[in-house]
């Protein structure tokens, strides 16, 4: 069996055994991780989220740059469309881990400034190599930035690979 057909065979199974019929299409939780694109980073699995109840927007080393903004900024339109918005009670959650692979290209600068949209002198500033600190750079972001809606409270986690846990930054 290929990969493609496992993974529909596996649908079949969803479909029967866990599939919830009414779900909204705003999480339950009013929550959006951002977080890692790295198969051993799943922010819904790890975090034991159950079907519905967060979104997760996912991208290489899980972090806030110029395309996540016009993301978020696009779900609150998607959701003011739908007579809500994305403000008071809703959490931002940035979700980084030890061991990413975007570490990997640290020194290449002309592709990291280019990914951020930062000039190459303030790549030093993402912190690529430091989750920790990229966290709470992501954090800062996020908080700024004025299309979202007020009132939306900003956390910060780094996953360890080795242990399965989670760190509040």
Request: aromatic share 4%; with cysteine; hydrophobic share 45%.
């Amino acid at each position: 069996m290929d990969v493609h057909e496992t993974l529909t065979t596996r649908n079949k199974s969803f479909a029967a055994d866990t599939f919830a019929r009414g779900l909204r299409m705003m999480p339950v939780l009013k929550t959006i991780v951002i977080g890692c694109v790295d198969p051993r980073v799943d922010p819904e699995l790890l975090l034991g989220a159950e079907l519905g109840e967060i979104a997760v927007i996912r991208n290489v080393g899980g972090r806030v740059t110029p395309g996540v903004l016009d993301e978020l900024a696009m779900l609150r339109s998607v959701t003011q469309a739908a007579g809500a918005d994305l403000g008071a009670g809703w959490q931002l959650i940035v979700m980084q881990h030890n061991n990413c692979g975007i570490t990997r290209i640290a020194d290449d600068t002309p592709a990291l400034a280019a990914y951020f949209g930062v000039a190459e002198d303030d790549v030093a500033d993402t912190h690529v190599a430091d989750p920790r600190a990229a966290v709470t750079r992501d954090m800062e972001l996020l908080k700024a930035e004025t299309r979202l809606g007020a009132g939306i409270a900003v956390s910060g986690m780094v996953y360890d690979v080795e242990t399965g846990l989670v760190e509040t930054v």
